[in-house]
């Protein structure tokens, strides 16, 4: 009895591509993205849960939208960072479960020293778990997330 409960109120999990919220979740990434590039920490905190976790590679761990927010402050004081153009097209995988959904994606990101003195690229693979969120502008909102960086 208790399984049958349990497999009635599990939920499903199907491709991100066969999933409606693809089109929602995909808003989210680039308005995120797009955030980013203008150094938006307002905007880029809408898109996180409260009790949001980022390890961005070693020694860069930390919990909390305030945390968050912290972090944001310090790049942007220093860098700009852009995307680019690639979006979408670098995503590896995506699965919706409900209300939970796990993109893996491979980024690209330039950055450029705000004193002009040096920029670069970073490259890596992220993995973000997403929430559905009624507060949120696309209905998603990041949970936690991990940066594997390449190099």
Same mark, same amino acid.
Request: hydrophobic share 40%.
């Given at each position: 009895?208790?399984?049958?409960?349990?497999?009635?109120?599990?939920?499903?999990?199907?491709?991100?591509?066969?999933?409606?919220?693809?089109?929602?979740?995909? $808003? /989210?990434? =680039? @308005? &995120?993205?797009?955030? *980013?590039? !203008?150094?938006?920490? +307002?905007?880029?905190?809408?898109?996180?849960?409260?009790?949001?976790?980022?390890?961005?590679?070693?020694?860069?761990?930390?919990?909390?939208?305030?945390?968050?927010?912290?972090?944001?402050? $310090? /790049?942007? =004081? @220093? &860098?700009?960072?852009? *995307?680019? !153009?690639?979006?979408? +097209?670098?995503?590896?995988?995506?699965?919706?479960?409900?209300?939970?959904?796990?993109?893996?994606?491979?980024?690209?990101?330039?950055?450029?020293?705000?004193?002009?003195?040096?920029?670069?690229?970073?490259?890596?693979?992220?993995?973000?778990?997403?929430?559905?969120?009624?507060?949120?502008?696309?209905?998603?909102?990041?949970?936690?997330?991990?940066?594997?960086?390449?190099?």
């Amino acid at each position: 009895m208790i399984e049958a409960l349990l497999l009635a109120t599990s939920p499903v999990c199907i491709p991100g591509a066969e999933s409606p919220e693809i089109y929602r979740i995909d $808003a /989210t990434n =680039a @308005a &995120v993205r797009q955030a *980013f590039s !203008e150094g938006d920490v +307002d905007t880029i905190a809408l898109y996180h849960h409260d009790d949001v976790i980022k390890s961005l590679g070693p020694g860069q761990y930390y919990e909390g939208k305030d945390a968050l927010r912290q972090q944001l402050e $310090a /790049t942007f =004081a @220093a &860098v700009t960072l852009d *995307f680019g !153009e690639k979006g979408e +097209d670098l995503r590896e995988s995506l699965t919706v479960c409900g209300d939970l959904a796990v993109s893996i994606t491979r980024f690209e990101i330039t950055w450029t020293l705000l004193d002009g003195s040096a920029s670069g690229v970073s490259e890596g693979r992220s993995m973000i778990v997403l929430v559905r969120s009624d507060e949120a502008p696309h209905g998603w909102v990041t949970l936690s997330e991990v940066i594997q960086p390449v190099g």
